[in-house]
């Protein structure tokens, strides 16, 4: 699983990079950006299922409402920012998308936190 969160951490900023840059230029959301949105959407949706899969296997974390509440918010972030963009056809929508893409990949890194995993990554050379 965290693998595939780092992976939707770097897509996400992508994303949001992508979206400041038609910001800077005054241009809204296109269409191509909410299919990135999409296929992020995708793969967030496969790492539950994988993150399903390996707490059925026994992975313990901490708090399990917190982590499946990052993951519905996660995956409530791009669908919100959509409906945004296409009501809204200024280089706004393209702000809210910065927005979006943004706190999608804090709530990668909390859900990797909550894991386990950033922990021990952190913890890499600490005496």
């Not at 793969?43 to 901490?62: C, P, Y």
């Not at 990052?70 to 929508?93: D, H, K, M, N, Q």
Request: net charge positive; charged share 10%.
């Amino acid at each position: 699983m965290p693998f595939l969160n780092w992976i939707l951490f770097a897509c996400s900023l992508g994303l949001a990079a992508w979206a400041g840059l038609r910001t800077a230029r005054d241009q809204p959301v296109v269409f191509k950006q909410l299919i990135v949105a999409g296929g992020i959407l995708v793969l967030l949706f496969a790492t539950m299922i994988v993150a399903g899969i390996q707490l059925g296997r026994g992975h313990e974390i901490a708090d399990g409402v917190t982590f499946w509440g990052y993951f519905i918010a996660a995956a409530l972030l791009f669908p919100l920012a959509g409906v945004w963009a296409i009501a809204e056809r200024t280089r706004w929508s393209s702000v809210v998308l910065i927005v979006a893409g943004v706190a999608f990949a804090v709530v990668q890194l909390r859900l990797l936190q909550l894991w386990g995993t950033l922990g021990a990554i952190t913890q890499i050379g600490a005496p």
